[in-house]
Nanobody, 119 residues
């Protein structure tokens, strides 16, 4: 099995910054894409940012220019640097990893970490 452990969430004032981390461990041959998603109360989960094993990134329009996703392939860890945070960024942030085990690819999710931005 694979575990994804997130850290770095919390309470911050509007305009502030937070850095989320997500470390994958367990039975991992390799990891293809990794990403961050978020879900605010009463809303559907939405993509925030993704990054491939080669470093190609994709961002939601709402976070472009403010958030940066990166990863350390040697440590199986993905990061999300969040700057200029807004109250509308408040949500539970979850990381996702597409893990290759033997010859198959599986989706794994972290437990989520709360990010609250006060106005």
């Amino acid at each position: 099995q694979v575990q994804l452990v997130e850290s770095g969430g919390g309470l911050v004032q509007a305009g502030g910054s937070l850095r989320l981390s997500c470390a994958a461990s367990g039975s991992i041959f390799s990891i293809n894409a990794m990403g961050w998603y978020r879900q605010a109360p009463g809303k559907q989960r939405e993509l925030v940012a993704t990054i491939t094993s080669g470093g190609s990134t994709n961002y939601a329009d709402s976070v472009k220019g403010r958030f940066t996703i990166s990863r350390d392939n040697a440590e199986n860890t993905v990061y999300l640097q969040m700057n200029s945070l807004k109250p509308e960024d408040t949500a539970v942030y979850s990381c996702n990893a597409r893990v290759v085990q033997e010859i198959y690819e599986y989706d794994y999710w972290g437990q989520g970490t709360q990010v609250t931005v006060s106005s």
